[in-house]
């Protein structure tokens, strides 16, 4: 399912069949939500009251004076709408007033990757050039400037490095064994010996979210008594330029071959079906470094001769129609769907029905609280029964603030987590 959340809350609509539009119960919640984050954002924006009896008067310039995450196009407007905002606007309060903690991180670069990007004195692509990493390996698709010029097989030879020295990433295996779970990214960084100041992170969350699903599931200890563990990810974007970045798993996985079955719409036409086997860790730039030597045999290019212990599959499609084929030979211990959007998009619809037939573990991740919530909503309406899990804070969400985000709500990918 694609992961952009400038739809949300548009997907639970079409789940109904027996009510119309103007009665659902969460329809307040769909019409509250604007899109946008400030005046000068290109992103188009929706007045909070639009259709409440008279036309807009221009663009929604004036936010909620209590919340601040709805915005309207009139006082007239604000006023008409407040019987539905009301609401919600004390959760969105609530959301608002966790901006502190979603940028609290443990990095030296913490404030110049939260509070000035979000405060526009900072952009994306100024903090990659000022590491040198604009446009380059794996981080060109972290800007919006690098992402508007990549083709998907793009330089596949280069994909698979952290362009970053090997002490600023981890392109070998850890010196010593996990000692207990890891909870941070303090925690993920002492242990591998990694200094505060390295971005590495930024990339190294979609490895981490899926060890720290993997331990809210309830599935932690499985791994220390299994050989092989499947995954099921739904969903993947951005990340099927960044695949090297799962061999991490080997080292948050010792022992186990880690298989993950990759499905989505945006896998290309002509990666369906591919495999890729990864037997160590994203490079780092030091031509001279043996974590190139470690690379060679491998027909994707991205391991030796020794047995793989993480393979990667792409499928391309939706979970539901793809599900029986691929379970075949790959039945999944957990499903994950790393920024999911569920709210926004009808067609999670019988996967969510699929995951409740099937009763595996699943975990998925969004920007922000707000669609979570949403989420949750759709989750309870086609199940008939809350999420399994909660939503919570991951502590492994990236540590960069989504810029020019569709919401008001802070926003940061892989933010929050829930599951089934």
Request: glycine letters at 6%; charged letters at 15%; aromatic letters at 8%.
């Given at each position: 399912?694609?992961?952009?959340?400038?739809?949300?809350?548009?997907?639970?609509?079409?789940?109904?069949?027996?009510?119309?539009?103007?009665?659902?119960?969460?329809?307040?919640?769909?019409?509250?939500?604007?899109?946008?984050?400030?005046?000068?954002?290109?992103?188009?924006?929706?007045?909070?009251?639009?259709?409440?009896?008279?036309?807009?008067?221009?663009?929604?310039?004036?936010?909620?004076?209590?919340?601040?995450?709805?915005?309207?196009?009139?006082?007239?407007?604000?006023?008409?709408?407040?019987?539905?905002?009301?609401?919600?606007?004390?959760?969105?309060?609530?959301?608002?007033?966790?901006?502190?903690?979603?940028?609290?991180?443990?990095?030296?670069?913490s404030q110049e990757a939260t509070t000035q990007i979000s405060e526009k004195r900072e952009s994306r692509c100024s903090f990659l050039s000022k590491r040198d990493i604009h446009r380059v390996g794996m981080w060109i698709c972290e800007c919006s400037c690098g992402a508007s010029i990549l083709?998907?097989?793009?330089?596949?030879?280069?994909?698979?490095?952290?362009?970053?020295?090997?002490?600023?990433?981890?392109?070998?295996?850890?010196?010593?064994?996990?000692?207990?779970?890891?909870?941070?990214?303090?925690?993920?960084?002492?242990?591998?010996?990694?200094?505060?100041?390295?971005?590495?992170?930024?990339?190294?969350?979609?490895?981490?979210?899926?060890?720290?699903?993997?331990?809210?599931?309830?599935?932690?200890?499985?791994?220390?008594?299994?050989?092989?563990?499947?995954?099921?990810?739904?969903?993947?974007?951005?990340?099927?330029?960044?695949?090297?970045?799962?061999?991490?798993?080997?080292?948050?996985?010792?022992?186990?071959?880690?298989?993950?079955?990759?499905?989505?719409?945006?896998?290309?036409?002509?990666?369906?079906?591919?495999?890729?086997?990864?037997?160590?860790?994203?490079?780092?730039?030091?031509?001279?470094?043996?974590?190139?030597?470690?690379?060679?045999?491998?027909?994707?290019?991205?391991?030796?001769?020794?047995?793989?212990?993480?393979?990667?599959?792409?499928?391309?499609?939706?979970?539901?129609?793809?599900?029986?084929?691929?379970?075949?030979?790959?039945?999944?211990?957990?499903?994950?769907?790393?920024?999911?959007?569920?709210?926004?998009?009808?067609?999670?619809?019988?996967?969510?029905?699929?995951?409740?037939?099937?009763?595996?573990?699943?975990?998925?991740?969004?920007?922000?609280?707000?669609?979570?919530?949403?989420?949750?909503?759709?989750?309870?309406?086609?199940?008939?029964?809350?999420?399994?899990?909660?939503?919570?804070?991951?502590?492994?969400?990236?540590?960069?603030?989504?810029?020019?985000?569709?919401?008001?709500?802070?926003?940061?990918?892989?933010?929050?987590?829930?599951?089934?």
């Amino acid at each position: 399912m694609p992961k952009t959340t400038t739809l949300i809350a548009v997907g639970l609509i079409l789940f109904t069949t027996s009510k119309s539009l103007s009665t659902h119960p969460l329809l307040s919640e769909f019409r509250a939500l604007v899109l946008s984050t400030n005046d000068s954002t290109s992103v188009s924006m929706e007045c909070a009251g639009e259709g409440s009896g008279t036309r807009c008067l221009g663009p929604p310039r004036k936010r909620c004076g209590r919340c601040g995450a709805v915005a309207y196009c009139s006082l007239s407007h604000q006023i008409s709408h407040w019987k539905q905002h009301k609401q919600e606007c004390e959760r969105f309060q609530q959301q608002m007033k966790q901006l502190d903690l979603l940028n609290d991180f443990p990095f030296t670069f913490s404030q110049e990757a939260t509070t000035q990007i979000s405060e526009k004195r900072e952009s994306r692509c100024s903090f990659l050039s000022k590491r040198d990493i604009h446009r380059v390996g794996m981080w060109i698709c972290e800007c919006s400037c690098g992402a508007s010029i990549l083709p998907f097989d793009y330089s596949r030879s280069e994909s698979h490095t952290c362009n970053l020295s090997n002490i600023l990433c981890p392109s070998h295996g850890p010196s010593s064994p996990i000692a207990k779970s890891l909870c941070s990214w303090k925690d993920y960084y002492e242990w591998r010996c990694i200094p505060l100041h390295s971005p590495v992170s930024l990339l190294l969350h979609w490895p981490l979210t899926v060890y720290h699903a993997i331990q809210i599931a309830g599935l932690g200890s499985l791994t220390s008594v299994i050989s092989k563990l499947c995954i099921h990810y739904l969903g993947p974007e951005k990340e099927l330029l960044q695949l090297a970045v799962f061999g991490e798993l080997c080292a948050l996985f010792p022992g186990v071959l880690v298989q993950i079955e990759l499905i989505g719409p945006a896998v290309p036409h002509d990666r369906n079906g591919d495999k890729i086997d990864l037997y160590s860790y994203a490079h780092c730039i030091e031509k001279d470094c043996n974590c190139k030597s470690e690379n060679k045999n491998t027909s994707s290019g991205m391991g030796t001769c020794t047995p793989s212990r993480v393979t990667l599959q792409l499928h391309r499609g939706y979970y539901h129609d793809v599900f029986s084929d691929i379970s075949k030979d790959a039945f999944p211990h957990l499903i994950i769907a790393p920024n999911a959007g569920i709210a926004a998009y009808s067609s999670w619809l019988p996967t969510i029905e699929l995951i409740k037939e099937i009763n595996v573990p699943a975990v998925f991740s969004d920007y922000c609280e707000e669609a979570c919530h949403l989420a949750s909503c759709c989750i309870t309406t086609v199940t008939s029964q809350p999420p399994r899990l909660p939503i919570q804070l991951n502590p492994f969400r990236q540590p960069m603030v989504v810029e020019d985000s569709a919401l008001f709500l802070p926003c940061y990918s892989n933010c929050f987590l829930f599951g089934m």
